[in-house]
């Protein structure tokens, strides 16, 4: 059964700082990780989908990386916002058996901007 | 575009009763999917429908059912409400197949919060 797991739970960090969000996960057959965010009480917003043939994507100040063999990903946000401040979700999706098992998420990254 | 719809938004009912949630998916998208949030265990797969079959289930008691209609809006209903059902169930639909399968990405709906009192 997949697991996926985010480090650290939670973090704290002034305004203007570059950080990095870790996700693992124990069966690297997959077919894709979709990082999200959420703010609290919604729903969650995509914000960078890597397959599981690419090695990273990047969307303005994110940056996503994939190493399928060790199991890891990395979301590097740079020159970080109190608009940032949300929580962080990492999901991976793969098949088994006869069908698609939906994504599997790990329990984020509870992410504080100071100003 | 619009996106994800769903609902309602809120919504509070007693235990033993049933209640149904609603999900309209951005046009297009033929593949919906359906996942509970709770603080304890995080989020988790309920099911997943494409072109109005269910292709696949979590691991859910049999009170958690859905379906979907042919213009691809689901809805997933929940009978014998118990305390713990209390949750925030989101829906998320993709253009082909889910995420899982196809590469596509999954775009979320703001989700309905249910209360069991």
């Known amino acids: 059964k997949q697991e996926v797991t985010q480090i650290p739970a939670a973090l704290s960090v002034p305004e203007g700082e570059n950080l990095v969000l870790n996700c693992s996960f124990t069966d690297s057959a997959i077919y894709n990780l979709q990082w999200f965010r959420q703010d609290p009480g919604k729903g969650l917003t995509s914000l960078l989908l890597?397959?599981?043939?690419?090695r990273e994507q990047t969307s303005g100040r994110l940056n996503a990386s994939l190493d399928k063999s060790s199991g890891r990903s990395t979301l590097y946000i740079a020159a970080s916002q109190p608009g940032d401040s949300a929580t962080y979700l990492c999901?991976?999706?793969?098949?088994?058996?006869?069908?698609?098992?939906?994504?599997?998420f790990g329990k984020g990254t509870h992410l504080i901007i100071q100003p | 575009k619009a996106g994800v719809t769903q609902t309602p938004r809120y919504l509070i009912k007693t235990r033993g009763q049933q209640v149904t949630l609603s999900c309209s998916p951005i046009?297009?998208?033929?593949?919906v999917s359906w996942y509970q949030q709770t603080p304890g265990q995080g989020l988790q797969f309920l099911f997943e429908y494409f072109s109005e079959t269910q292709r696949n289930k979590g691991n859910f008691p049999g009170r958690f059912s859905g379906r979907q209609f042919s213009n691809s809006r689901s809805e997933m209903n929940v009978s014998t409400l118990e305390l713990g059902d209390s949750a925030l169930y989101l829906c998320?639909?993709?253009?082909?197949?889910?995420?899982?399968?196809?590469?596509?990405?999954?775009?979320f709906g703001q989700g309905t919060r249910l209360t069991v009192v």
């Open positions: 046009s297009g998208h033929r593949s």
């Open positions: 999901a991976v999706g793969q098949y088994s058996g006869g069908g698609a098992d939906g994504l599997t």
């Open positions: 998320a639909s993709s253009l082909a197949g889910p995420a899982g399968a196809t590469n596509t990405e999954a775009f």
């Open positions: 890597i397959q599981s043939s690419q």
